[in-house]
């Protein structure tokens, strides 16, 4: 896509990233941007910006450690995550995270959806899942595990999830909700797909 943050590209009347937060803003009580280098080209969207906790982008597990040390301050006891260029993932995103969390000690979901013809799994145990890890709902009582795990060189998020016993929630919406935008094709179909839905 040319570098840089593939959020702020143009979509509908607004960004990807403006999408994003329309989206998932009525579901959530706060809202946080992980994101490392120069905040101020987030400061149109008015979210504190949340850098890294650790040196050396050591990956998605360091966006949701900060996200985790954010909520920690506000006195929260889960957030839930989504990636910065997905702009249709469900309207209803986090009460089926929370649905599938009910009875663990410490809500740990990550969303996934129903392997397609010829598509790789990402997930240990789900056989027919592939799993969607930036789009969870993380405990903050892990976040210390999670810190240690990750100064230890963990990088991987199932080698994380797993043991701790995380769970899956299964999208089976016919509309591929968990579309992302990584080519300029890519970007040309979610603003076919945005005028189809206005």
């Known amino acids: 896509m040319g570098g840089g943050d593939k959020g702020l590209l143009p979509l509908g009347e607004g960004t990807i990233l403006g999408q994003v937060i329309a989206r998932l803003a009525p579901q959530v009580s706060a809202l946080a941007l992980n994101a490392n280098g120069d905040p101020a080209r987030f400061a149109r969207f008015g979210l504190p910006v949340l850098p890294d906790p650790l040196p050396d982008f050591p990956g998605p597990l360091a966006g949701v450690l900060a996200g985790l040390d954010w909520a920690a301050q506000a006195g929260t006891d889960t957030i839930v995550t989504v ?105 040309d179909a979610a603003r076919a797909r945005l005028e189809q839905a206005e």
Not at 92 to 103: F, S
């Open 83 to 187: 990636a910065a260029d997905t702009p249709f993932f469900p309207r209803d995103l986090v009460a089926r995270l929370q649905g599938a969390a009910v009875g663990q000690a410490h809500p740990l979901v990550l969303a996934a959806t129903p392997r397609g013809p010829g598509e790789r799994t990402k997930s240990m145990r789900g056989g027919g899942l592939v799993r969607h890890p930036t789009f969870g709902l993380w405990p903050v009582a892990l976040r210390d595990d999670l810190r240690a795990a990750l100064e230890g060189g963990l990088r991987k998020v199932v080698l994380w999830t797993e043991p701790h016993g995380g769970r899956e929630a299964v999208f089976d919406d016919p509309d591929e909700p968990f579309f992302n935008v990584n080519t300029p094709a890519d970007l």
